[in-house]
Structures are given as C-alpha cells and as structure tokens.
C-alpha cells in the first residue's frame, strides 16, 4: 500500500513511522510519500525516520515532495496533519485571546476559532486535489480543529474522509487500568464532538463498571481525568468527560493560569523543537525522543497546576495513540478487518440532536466499506447544549472559509460559550487579522 502524509515535516510523524515499522501483516504500507512546504523541516524528519528504519527488513521506502499533486497520485491512503502557520501562527491564536481575556488555546474558544479560519481554505483544496487525484484514495485527518477540518473535507470527499483522535483511546486505555480490566475487553460509550465528548458507560461482558468506579475515591483519582476534573465533579456528571472540557468546566481557573504563565503551549513547543529542527549533528532520533519526552511532560501543565492535579504518570508519556488508532483504522479497511474505534465521522443519526452530515465523535464499525456510526444513548440535557453550540459554532468557521463572509467569521467567535461579548468578537477577529496573513480572504467580505 501507498501512505502520503500531508505535513511530512510535522513533530509527530515518526510515531506514525514507528507503528508502520512494527506492523508486519499482510498489506502493510511498502511506500510512504512525505509532502510539506517546509523541505527543511521534512529533511530533519527524514533522518529521524532513516534512523528508525536501522536494520528493519523491508521497511517502508520513503519519498519526500514538496508538490502536493506528486504526493496525492497514486496514494490508497492520505493521512492529513498540516499546520497552516506553523507553531507561530498558533502562538499568535493563543496569545491574543489571552490579552483579551479569554481563553487561548489551539481547538478550544477563540484560539481554535482562528485556527480553523486559517486551515480550512488549504483543507478545503486539499480535500478537492484529492477528489480528482485520487478518488478511490482514504484521507485520515488529523489537523485540528479535527471535527471542523473533517467537516469540511467530507462536502467534496463524503465518508472517504475520517477524522482521528488519540484523546478518546488514550481516556479509555487509563479508565481501563483503574478498573484493573484489558483495554481490549471493553466497550467504551462515548459519545460529543472532537475534544468535546464525554465516557458515559464502560461496559465489559454486558456490565457497565463505570457506576463502580466513580464512586470508587481511590481508583477515580488515579489517572489524569479524575485527578484533573475532581471526583466529585464527575459523580456530578455521571461520565468521565474528555479531557479538552477542563477549558469549559474550570475555565476561569484554565484562564488565570495560562495569563500567568512565562509562555503559551505554542511559544513553549516552539522553543522545545527549534533545537531539534536546526540541530544537524548527532543522533536525530536521540533528539527526537527526547523532544518529545519534554513535549508529553509539560501536556496541559497550567491545567494540572490549576487545580493541583499534580504531574502526569510516566504511562501517559508514552506514545501509542493517534498513530495507533490510524493503524487499525487502515487495515480495517484495507483488509477488511473489521474492528470498532471512537472516531470522527459524518452522524447519520447516530447523535439525535445534530443532522446527518454534522461530524461527530463516537464508536464506528469499521470495515471495507469505511466506518459507520453506531448508535449511542442520547446525550444528558447538559452535554447536548453545548454540542449543539459548539456544532453551530463548527458550521459558522466552514460557511466564513467558504465564503469569505467576515459575518460568519464574527459570529463563530461571539456565538462560542467561552467568549463572552459579541464587542470582544470583532475586536478579536481584527487583531488576528492584523497579525495573520492566512486571514486577508476575510477582509472587506460580507
């Protein structure tokens, strides 16, 4: 099989690299196409990947382009992980909101708003290259904000686009531990929107064992969501949410943190690989490790420090996530091994509050047909309110960057929970404006 990933040059590409390596089945991927705009940045992660591939027989030849028609022809699977304006552009979308007073981060409140502004328009053309390129090919998605990106992409490529996220596995895989049960025996009802989603039932052999667990003090403190969120919160709630929905459930404390920190996640990770980016000497792969070592380390930490969860476990550091997740959603339809993952994928009903083609995030059966949303329980009054927000706030972003309509792009940023006057909306979008070029096709719009 053919693997293209667009951002070739991205920080995590060798943990995908990694999974192909040790993935030894029939139809294993035999070619991988690198693309990125940025051919210094894919060099650096080529050596990485050359170091990986060592004294590996057969591993997966690797090609690297910075020509997005060369890297679509002929691919059977895209995996698509761009950044448009890099990590300065995320500095920027953090930065911002934060002086303004509201939260900055990368997929959440205004931060995320901005960054779906900017991405969906390359998205957008992407997802169209594909379309006539390679019609019979699968896009993975990965770029953030992950449900919009899909959203988007699926009007021009339908159910042949896919959204993944590690967030839900790597939920599912600490909740399992704290049960002392195999990740692999368990169904997990979850059920929301990317980084939007809440654990309702966890059910092994037909026995839901999430009932016992939240009112168990020691085991729902033991892994990051119960420490992060608070047992009593989630006795509260009746779920485990995601761990993205601290920036809606503590947001003021997310807020006062990250205002007092030195730096945003964004200018941190931009210190963090700029050694490893221009280091030319050495192992690569050394440097990469650890990298990323100090990049899981320092996840969430004003969050942590917020409400003193305390440092993450040496478990949640390592990797096997997204890339994992991609790995079984691949050969599932490639081979034909059928399998069930939390993805994100048109509704089809699955969530009864949001219409067909609204991208949600939830249990799929995956096959050679692609995955198809099982039906779930309907989502608590309290969670349904604020998917249904967020979702129009998602449909806001796509009409802005379909469009050009700056009044879209206003009302994505007033309409959101977690900005709070529609003023500071057109005084938010005009700063991003200033400070990021991808924005100009807003300018003068309406």
């Keep these: 099989m053919r693997l293209t990933i667009l951002g070739g040059g991205g920080f995590r590409v060798p943990l995908v690299y990694r999974a192909l390596l040790e993935d030894r089945g029939k139809g294993r991927v035999t070619h991988v196409t690198l693309y990125d705009l940025d051919a210094s940045r894919m060099a650096t992660i080529g050596r990485v990947l050359a170091e990986q591939a060592e004294g590996v027989a057969d591993a997966p030849e690797v090609h690297v382009t910075t020509d997005l028609d060369e890297a679509l022809t002929g691919a059977d699977f895209v995996f698509s992980a761009i950044r448009v304006g890099g990590l300065e552009g995320r500095a920027v979308d953090e930065r911002v909101a934060l002086q303004e007073g509201v939260l900055g981060q990368e997929t959440v409140g205004a931060g995320g708003i901005v960054y779906g502004l900017r991405t969906l328009p390359v998205a957008d053309h992407i997802a169209r290259r594909v379309a006539a390129l390679a019609p019979d090919a699968w896009v993975i998605n990965f770029t953030n904000p992950a449900g919009t990106v899909t959203e988007a992409m699926s009007r021009h490529l339908g159910d042949r686009v896919i959204g993944i996220c590690d967030s839900p596995v790597g939920l599912g895989r600490r909740v399992a531990s704290a049960l002392g049960v195999d990740p692999a025996a368990v169904w997990l009802d979850y059920a929301g929107l990317n980084h939007l989603g809440w654990l309702r039932a966890v059910r092994v052999e037909g026995r839901d064992l999430l009932p016992g667990l939240l009112q168990d003090e020691d085991a729902l403190t033991s892994f990051e969501e119960g420490r992060l969120f608070g047992a009593e919160w989630l006795r ?18 997310a807020v006062t943190a990250a205002r007092a920190a030195r730096q945003t996640r964004g200018e941190l990770l931009i210190d963090q690989q700029r050694r490893f980016y221009t280091e030319t000497t050495g192992s690569a792969l050394a440097l990469w490790e650890s990298t990323r070592l100090e ?152």
């Design 295 to 446: 990049r899981e380390t320092t996840y969430m930490a004003e969050n942590r420090e917020a409400v003193g969860a305390g440092e993450r476990e040496s478990c949640d550091l390592e990797s096997g996530g997204y890339e994992q997740v991609a790995l079984a959603l691949m050969r599932a339809i490639a081979l034909d091994e059928r399998t069930t993952l939390i993805l994100n994928v048109r509704n089809r009903g699955s969530i009864g509050a949001l219409d067909g083609d609204a991208v949600v995030e939830v249990p799929c059966f995956v096959d050679a047909n692609g995955a198809r949303p099982l039906a779930v329980d309907p989502l608590p009054d309290h969670a349904q309110g604020l998917v249904t927000s967020v979702k129009a706030v998602e449909r806001a972003i796509i009409e802005a960057a379909a469009t050009g309509s700056r009044q879209s792009a206003v009302r994505a940023l007033a309409v959101h929970p977690l900005v709070d006057s529609v003023k500071l909306a057109g005084r938010l979008l005009e700063r991003y404006e200033q400070e990021l070029p991808q924005l100009g096709y807003l300018r003068g719009r309406n």
């Design 236 to 253: 509260t709630i009746g779920a485990i949410p995601n761990e993205y929905l601290h920036y809606y459930y503590f947001n003021r404390e």
